[in-house]
Every structure is written in C-alpha cells, then in structure tokens.
C-alpha cells in the first residue's frame, strides 16, 4: 500500500514537473500579447520545476549536495516571480528595473546562511544534515523565511488586484478590461497551495512531526499544483487574450483624497462645488445627444477631451458628485439605449447579440450582467415583458 502510493507521488510529480516546463517553453516562445508578463510568468513555472526537480533527480542531487542546497532555497523566488508577474499583466507600461534585483535579498541571505556549517563542510557532515533535516536551526529558519516571504507578496498581490478594479471602474467603460476574474482565481489557487504548504511545514517542524501526514499533505500539494496548470491551460486555450492592463501612473480617487488630506489641503470650496455641478450639467445633456457611451473602449480621457475638461475634473464631477463609478455610470446610458432598442417596433427583427454591439458593449456576458443590475431582469425577460 505504502509502494502504491510512493509510486503514485512519483509519477504525479513526473506529470507537475514536464507540464510546467512545457508551459514555461510555451510562454517563453510567444511573440505577440504581453510578452514581458509571459516570461515572468515562465519564469515563475521554471522556479517551481527546479524546487520540484529533486523528487525526479535525487540520486543527482546526492552526489552534488551543494547544488542541491541552491536548489533547496530556490523557492525563495515563487513569491517575487509571481509578484512581477501580476504587476506586468494588470500595469501595461511595467518594466524590469535594476531596483527588482532586491527581491533576490532573501536568496542570497539563505545562502550566506548556509556557508559556514554546510558549504563550508565536507560531503559526510552535509549528509548529517541530511539525516536530522528538521532538527538543524539554519534550515527551519530558511523555511520559515520561505513561507513568511511567500504570504507577504501574496497580501501586497492582492491590494495591486484590489487597486486594478478601482482605476478600471473609475477610468474605463470595456468591461473586458475589468475582467480580473481570471487573475484573480488564479492567485487564489496560489493561496491554497501555500496554505497547503503549511500544513506540510507544520507536520515537519511541530511537536506533531508525522512523516506520514507530511508525506500525505505533500501528495495533496502536489495534486493542486497539477489541477492548477490544467486549469491555466484551459484558460489560455479558450481565452488567448486573458488581460488587458492600465497605466501603472493612474491614480484612484481615494488616493487622491488621501494626498490631500496628508498635506493639509482645503476641502473644495462652495464656488468648486457649483464648477462640478455645471459639469454634470453639461456632461448629462452631452451624452443622450452625442451618445459616446457608443464607443465600446470610451475611457474617462476620452470623453475629457471631447468636452475640453481635465480629465481629473470630470472623474471627480462623475464619481463624487454623482456617486457612480464612471464604469457603471457610461453602462447606464449603454442599458438604457439598449431597453428602448428591444421593445422598439422598427428593433423587433434584430436579435439580442445585435443591439448589444450597438449600444457600446462587446461580449453577451457583460452586456447581461450589466442588464440584470440595472434593470433587475434580462435583455429576453425584459423584450418578453415589453412586447
């Protein structure tokens, strides 16, 4: 029973570690879409080849200690790898600076850790190492490390997720560039695998040390991981396209706000307060008459420019006079236009799929989901109702 299932891990691991290598090789050879986040991305797949790659080459590895201790701290670069990864596919002006050097600190600490009682050694006192593996103090604080690192680039990925939506919901009006959902499962998937993971570190290092539950949380680790690169597969072949990013510069109104609270700013003034008013004025008379909410990749600069205002001025007319994001408040106008098409007589004969294109959006499943919250039914329901 126990061979079965030692075998089964084995192959397991064979299958995690070609995928991701085959995934890794994928993503490296594209030459269009975000390039930069594809290979970060890669990169990211090859660390986590290289941290698995013991379990297929052991005997290699046992005759190269050394090599198999770099090896060993190479999972101290899963957390930036994915951080740069994230900040490249949600900010399109992202670049590599020298500064990103600094998230390999903690590699390079792991590995001066290790100089003087094992690098330092002969090949019969590292195998010492090996024996008592959870009992040596350089170890456990390397891992630690690890999985400290690993949850704080998780937080700090997911206030960057948090602050994307802000800029696209106050900024944009293609709900194809809201779409994190996918970004986001993602992460998630990342998260449960690193819950796992401490599982498995608390099996080894606690009082509770069980080498069969730690095996048995490995095994589950290992099995997310494999379930986790199907599912990117399937998201990249059915959606090549996965995101679309905005610029890194942007600011979200709470920030601004934030700003000018910290530097003692006064509040806007009964004269600015009248200014927004005549902008929304101006702005609600403009777009039933000129209707840009028809353009399906409309953005707060755009529709600034076409009424000559700063576009700063028009996102906070939009977004704190009126109370709506500037992504539901142009789908608004998209719904409304599409309402009076469906229950029109001379719109009778066109389909539900040809008014949507129409009225500025470009996919059914943000146009339905944009319908139901503003209107409470769907684009049939709704056709049904009025006919």
């Known amino acids: 029973m126990v061979e079965s299932i030692v075998l089964m891990f084995e192959n397991i691991v064979l299958v995690v570690f070609f995928s991701h290598l085959l995934v890794a090789t994928f993503l490296c050879s594209l030459r269009t879409g975000n390039r930069l ?3 970060l991305f890669a990169a990211y797949l090859l660390v ?57 600190t903690p590699y390079v600490i792991a590995c001066l850790v290790m100089i003087p009682n094992f690098f330092s050694v002969d090949n019969d006192s590292k195998q010492l190492w090996y024996d008592n ?22 937080l700090v990925i997911y206030k960057h997720l948090k602050r994307y939506r802000k800029v696209v919901v106050e900024n944009y009006s293609d709900a194809e560039r809201l779409n994190k959902r996918w970004l986001t499962q993602l992460i998630f998937l990342f998260t449960l695998i690193y819950i796992i993971g401490l599982g498995r570190m608390f099996f080894r290092f606690s009082i509770y040390h069980d080498y069969d539950y730690e095996r048995l949380v490995q095994l589950i680790m290992i099995i997310s991981m494999l379930l986790s690169i ?14 679309t990013g905005v610029n890194s510069t942007i600011e979200v109104l709470d920030e601004v706000a934030a700003r000018q609270e910290h530097s003692n700013a006064p509040k806007i003034s009964t004269v600015e307060t009248e200014k927004y008013e005549a ?24 529709l600034a420019k076409q009424l000559n205002l700063p576009s700063s001025e028009l996102s906070y007319a939009i977004n704190r006079i009126i109370g709506q994001h500037f992504f539901d408040f142009v789908n608004s106008y998209r719904i409304n236009s599409a309402a009076e ?38 684009p049939t329901q709704y056709r049904k109702l009025h006919s």
């Open 341 to 378: 098409m469906l229950i029109a007589n001379e719109q009778q004969q066109k389909t539900v799929l040809e008014i949507l294109y129409e009225v500025g959006f470009n996919s059914k499943s943000s146009f339905n989901t944009a319908f139901k919250k503003h209107l409470l039914m769907t």
């Open 37 to 39: 986040s594809h290979k």
């Open 48 to 104: 986590a080849v290289i941290d698995l790659s013991n379990i297929i080459f052991n005997d290699f590895y046992q005759a190269y200690p050394n090599l198999d201790m770099l090896r060993y701290n190479i999972s101290l670069f899963i957390g930036p790898t994915l951080y740069l990864y994230v900040k490249a596919a949600i900010y399109n002006d992202f670049k590599l600076k020298i500064k990103h050097l600094l998230d390999s």
């Open 279 to 302: 902008i929304v004025s101006r702005l609600r008379d403009y777009m039933p008459q000129s209707k840009p909410f028809l353009d399906p990749f409309l953005n707060i600069e755009n």
């Open 230 to 243: 199907c599912w990117i597969l399937w998201q990249a072949l059915h959606r090549p396209e996965l995101f």
């Open 133 to 154: 593996f959870t009992d040596v103090p350089e170890l456990t604080f390397i891992h630690f490390m690890t999985f400290v690192q690993l949850g704080l680039y998780l």
